[in-house]
């Protein structure tokens, strides 16, 4: 009985590596936090099939969204573990790990796609030695549209804001709920339907995107289009993982990477109005922000740069003067 299972172990063994493939296929499943219908999982996708045609099969990534396999705070374990070879995560998501991962989510730092772009180009490199020193291969990243603020109620300035329960994202939106007087409670995108439907969330800072993917006109009925950061999806690989590779094949994913990464900029950018226009065809009223709570989201921007300037240290100080001289 033992001998013949160990038998036939082999001959599967044998036939795995048979044939002209010189190297046994790679399975990875990619955990992502975000929707099924959203671009960047849906750029997820793309990039998992634009794999498997390059690497001749070698590499096959089966993509779960929505948090199904992993949810959003988990992700960045997982795939540092190897319970999931890759894996993709909002960066400033982390920003209670490093400063670094905060630096696209400072308020009015960067507030357009060029700016972002950027941005990333400066801290890319920090961002993929970072990354590196936990055991992840950085991959690419993708930015979201422009942050808008979401109220429940209208809002002509700052102190329209304070009280409000404030859905964040990262522990950098705690500190700005902090300095608006709400009250942040940290809620994955994939809760937060059901944050608005039972009224724990009454004002929240996100894309079009998330607002269309969560459809969050039945709760929340304005919106201003002040574009305070466009922060990142991240894809990475765990190291392990990603070092036992043939060289070829790590060449054929980096370079389906960046045409996902190049892709991904423009569809973002390309879907931003829109998403803005299906808020207004719900019913919510989409305007610019007037001049006084412009003025004062401009302050709390100013402060909280310096905050994180202070924070990051040299290597921080740096970025921003690169990203500046740019
Ligand atoms: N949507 C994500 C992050 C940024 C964005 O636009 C979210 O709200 O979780």
New binding site residues.
Partial sequence: MFRTWIGAALVAGMVGFGGAAAQAAEAWDMPM??PDGNFHTRLGREFAEKVKADTNGEVVITVHGGGSLFK?DEIKRAVQRGTAPIGER?IS?LSNEDPLFALDAVPFLATDYDQAWKLYQVSKPALTERLAKENLHFLYAIA??P?GIYANKAIESAADMKGLKFRT?NATMARLAELLQMVPTQI??AE?SQALATGTVEA?I??G??GVDSQVWEQVKYFYDVQAWL?K?MVFVNKRAWDKLDPKVQEAITKAAAEIEAKGWKMSEELAQGYLKTLAEHGMTVSKPSAALASDMAAIGEKMTGEWEAGAGDAGKKIIADYRAK
């Fill in positions: 936090a975000y959003g909002l998501a979201w549209p942050q994202y994955e995108a937060l929240m996100t894309s995107a998330t922060p999806n």
